[in-house]
């Protein structure tokens, strides 16, 4: 006899042909995902099998969830349920431009940094005095909005944004971050940097806790994924609410020397030429800024709907003002993140 599917399968074969309106319908507890998944299920054994070598004798707990991040006084990391399924990865590309985790390296640097944040918690590391004379009070309030400075030496570089620079505690969990990845080399890669104090007292740290039980063992979870009754839809819509710009308008003069201020000559127009070249600069600009793919495609879109609103047209060499256009992006990008604190982990 022919053998039948499951109706779990049978669920999971129609949920994954669904069209994207279908899949914007559904509410994020519907959907049947879960940390089996091949994707995140090795990431996050990887990661178990990074503080295993190290023996630190922790074992955070993992949950699915909306977003990533680590909850105060829980050791433990949520995942972002796109990453559970082929599918919502593709659904996830489609409505942001790009999957936050979505490489294996790019996963792996965040799980790290997330691991930063539970060893902290698990070993209660942020009340020792020294931790705060290296990275500052982690109690402090997290700011609306935080200045990098792009060439510091005095943190580590991991995640994009030069994040270590937002708060205390995002400091420590970048440092330790950099530390934990097998083969970072970091004491040659630091050497010379204020930042290196900090990676010997992580290594300091480690060593003192090295095959200790964590002090905090809460296997509590926030928000996970089967409470959330937020459709997909929905969802979508309130993350792009708080990557959109609020103060992201080019000035006229910034356009009218990139472009030809006669609106009727003969070059291509602005705005057709910005959008045949969208991709490439998003994708350019938010890989040197760091920003996310939607916050520069905001700005692109503004750029596009002045240039059209005055008829600007390209007037010089294409290759000129495709660089001078990359630079005006870049420069209003970073205008944005030094107004804008973009938060991975609570």
């Known amino acids: 006899m022919p053998r039948r599917s499951s ?103 965040i799980l790290r940094h997330e691991a930063g944040h539970t060893v902290d918690t698990a070993y209660r590391l942020s009340r020792r005095k020294r931790f705060r004379e290296l990275f500052g009070n982690d109690s402090e309030r997290y700011p609306d909005e935080y200045s990098p400075k792009a060439y510091s030496k005095r943190h ?73 009754k937020t459709t997909l839809g929905e969802h979508y819509a309130q993350k792009r609410a708080r990557y959109e710009t609020e103060q992201s308008r080019v000035y006229d003069g910034y356009l009218w020397r990139l472009f030809s201020q006669k609106p009727h000559g003969k070059g291509q127009a602005a705005a057709s030429f910005l959008r045949q070249h969208r991709a490439d600069l998003r994708r350019r600009v938010a890989d040197w800024t760091g920003e996310y793919q939607y916050t520069v495609d905001q700005v692109l879109q503004e750029m596009i709907v002045r240039c059209r609103e005055l008829g600007l047209r390209v007037a010089g060499s294409r290759s000129e003002t495709l660089l001078n256009t990359l630079l005006l992006l870049t420069a209003q990008t970073m205008q944005l993140l030094r107004g804008r604190h973009r938060r991975v982990a609570l």
Do not use: N
């Open 7 to 109: 109706p779990k399968s049978a669920r999971r074969a129609r949920f994954a042909e669904s069209s994207d309106e279908e899949l914007l319908t559904l509410r994020l507890c519907d959907l049947p995902v879960d940390l089996k998944g091949a994707f995140i299920r090795d990431a996050i054994a990887e990661l178990r099998a990074e503080l295993a070598e190290r023996r630190i004798a922790l074992e955070p707990t993992f949950w699915v969830s909306e977003e990533w991040f680590s909850p105060d006084g829980i050791p433990g990391i949520a995942v972002p349920f796109y990453l559970c399924h082929p599918r919502l990865m593709r659904l996830e590309k489609r409505q942001m431009f790009e999957v936050e985790g979505g490489s294996r390296d790019w996963c792996m640097r």
């Open 156 to 228: 580590v570089l991991h995640l994009d944004s030069w994040y270590a620079q937002s708060h205390p505690a995002e400091d420590f969990a970048e440092t330790f971050a950099v530390w934990l990845k097998p083969g970072s080399r970091w004491r040659a890669r630091y050497e010379g940097w204020p930042a290196l104090k900090k990676l010997e007292y992580v290594d300091e740290l480690m060593s003192e806790i090295r095959g200790k039980p964590p002090l905090v063992t809460s296997r509590s979870t926030v928000d996970p994924i089967e409470t959330l």
